[in-house]
């Protein structure tokens, strides 16, 4: 049965991250308290032409429900062929098109972030994928402009093109992942459309997320980053506790690396390695558990030291 959001709760979503927002980590967050997963962000030029590899980036977990599909494009008939594949896969709740990706070869294309330089054309593929689709709920990422911000102006238009609800990074394509995140532009942006608004960028912290949901007045928000070595954010938020454990963190750890193995198998070692550099942050012998495991690659050995490292070991005060 389709799944449709509620606002009635603040909402706290993982927001999409190549490479990272994988099936294991969403399937994590979303056992520990995130709302909405997204999946990675898919071509819809290669949806359209029946890539096997995009098609395999669709693979949920059971425990996202609901769940969040997000494309790119600049093209309306691709756009409208890439959601008409979609329409046939179970399991997806929501499209979200992409309108604020700000690296060059996804705006090379026309794609991303590019479309905030020709708002019609984001409002007619807005609309071709609400009219094609057969998905509860239609939504929207986008960034506060392209060199200039006109959140305003684009945020009207996401409403007008019938979008259910969207998501808002609050930079400009200018902006990259550097520049201050501008709150205050989300907080207009809440005044001025009807439908929800989930506040993004810079949220890496528990104070910081409440601190957002307050003075933007968005109906939630979005961690991408944030979430990335941090994953308990979800939890702490979900609970309303600022305090975690280190045996929950230890737990959830564990829970991510076995979610590797069974989605990459032994593939999933070495691509966990990043993940155990960013975990083990701020703890104590940080830098030899980092060498070490540089050279495992038996999946039980590896599971062996991290479960280990992460039980007995200590935050450096």
Known sequence: MPQTLSFENPLYVLAPLAGFTDLPLRSVVKK?????????????????????KTLHMLQKSPLEDPYSVQIAGADVDIVRQAVEVLNEQDGIDIIDLNCGCPVPKVVGHGSGSSL?????????????????SNKSMTSVKIRLGFEEKN?????????D???????????TRAGK?????????????KKVV??????????????KAKWVLEHTGADGVMIGRGAVG??????QLKTGSEDIALSL???IIMEHFDKMIEFYGAHGVAMFRKHTHTYSKGYRGASALRNQVNTIVDIQEYRNVIDEFFKNSELVS
């Open 32 to 52: 520990f308290g995130a709302d909405l997963t997204v999946s990675e962000m898919l071509s819809s030029n290669a949806l359209a032409h029946g890539s096997q």
């Open 116 to 132: 905030l330089l020709n708002l019609p054309l984001m409002g007619d593929i807005i609309k071709t994928i609400k009219d094609t």
């Open 151 to 159: 959140h305003v102006d684009i945020a009207k238009i996401v409403e």
């Open 161 to 171: 093109s019938g979008a259910d609800f969207l998501a808002v990074h609050g930079r």
């Open 177 to 189: 992942f550097k520049a201050p995140v501008d709150y205050d532009a989300i907080a207009e942006i």
């Open 194 to 207: 009807k439908i929800p608004v989930i506040a993004n960028g810079d949220i890496d912290s528990y104070e």
């Open 230 to 235: 941090a994953p308990w954010i979800f939890h």
């Open 249 to 251: 963190k230890h737990e």
